[in-house]
């Protein structure tokens, strides 16, 4: 079949039938209506022709088969957050489904072509996202501590999974199935306000954020708030609050996209009538480049020592979390520019805030990249989460035209 990108946004809209109700998606992976999405998914690839599988980490694969070299994947998820919306993750897949009708219509292509449906990705039952994509890059470590996690009801997640199949022993044999992939292509909407307010409907993702975050405990001296002149205080709670708005400027300093969220301040003794002794400070800081990312956070800590002087308090850095930012392929992003600006003329470079499958899988070694659709008013993971019709169909335009450029590369063996 001829691609059709209106039928992707039917498709969507008869996904949204089946499995939302007056609050929004209910799609959440472990359970009924997961299931029930993923048979729905299993009947709109069949006129493909692909074949299915599932893996030991509970994801979905349909192949098209083509010749040997290294295989092209296109890859979503269909699982939703509990009241979700409509596009997160199922768009990467009916727009996948469409690009597989297309590309075996034309014949069997130059090397296999996989549609996956990662499963669990958003974490929303068991509160650990991105659980079948981890698995097949091998990146899932910790074993022992998803053993024990239970859901709101108590069921625990190695039952919630057995009931599917799935079990947390031979999850990570999940890896053969990125064994021989020659390259990795994601669309998701883009979660956030950056498109929209530059008027343009696609963007290429050059890669997830790396985060830095930190716990800033700001020590002073608590005293009476009534017998203490205003010149005697050591005031911990000043330190903290010059630092949540120096970090403003440190970002537009630093700039590239840079983000810092003071996200919390826990104050003690925490009453009314005294100064604050003691404030922990909850910091999180992002940026693309690691080297950035590492100035954002140098820079951070140098002005709390200035603040700490300036107040006559003592301040200490804990590291309470980190992850390195991924970077998408530099040929690959290049592809993607171009399928864009063929669609839509204009292409824009932006980073993702969120983590997404596509980071598990370039970590794992895969040359990856994704495209971003324009979301409205920013939102998702909420059933207002939506996107005008017309950049959906160009969205599933723009995939099936990188795939276009990204078979032939994976078939002239130029890597
Ligand atoms: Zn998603």
Known sequence: MPLDPARTVAELRELRELTEDENGAQRVAWTETWERARGWLRERVASSGADEEFDEAGNQWFTVRGGDGPALLL???????????????????????????????DGPPPVDVRLVNWADEEGARFGRSLFGSSAAAGSMRDQAELAKLVDRDGVPLPEAIGAYGVSLDRALEARRQLEGAGAYLELHIEQGPVLESL???????????????????????AAHAGSTPMDKRRDALAGAAKLALAIRAIAAEVGGGAVCTSGGVVCKPGIVTSVVETAEQLLDQRHL??????RLRTLAEEASRRFAGEERIDVAWERIWSIEPILFDDTLV??????????????????????????????????????????????????????????????????????????????????
């Open 199 to 221: 008027d343009l409907p696609l963007g290429v993702v050059l890669g997830t954020f790396g985060v830095e975050r930190s716990r800033v405990t700001w020590h002073g001296q």
């Open 75 to 105: 890859g979503g998820h269909i699982d939703s957050v509990p009241n979700g919306g409509w596009l997160d993750g199922s768009l990467n897949l009916l727009a996948g489904v469409e690009v597989l009708r297309r590309i075996s219509d």
């Open 334 to 415: 290049g592809f993607a520019d171009e399928a864009i600006r063929e669609v839509s003329g204009t292409s824009h470079r932006l980073p993702s805030g969120p983590l997404h499958d596509a980071a598990e899988v370039s970590r794992a070694g895969i040359p990856t990249v994704m495209l971003f659709v324009q979301s409205l008013r920013g939102l998702s993971h909420t059933k207002l989460e939506d996107t005008r019709p017309e950049h959906l169909e160009l969205s599933v335009s723009a995939l099936d035209r990188l795939a276009a450029r990204t078979l032939d590369w994976l078939a002239g063996g130029s890597r």
């Open 289 to 294: 480049d690691a080297a950035e990312l590492a």
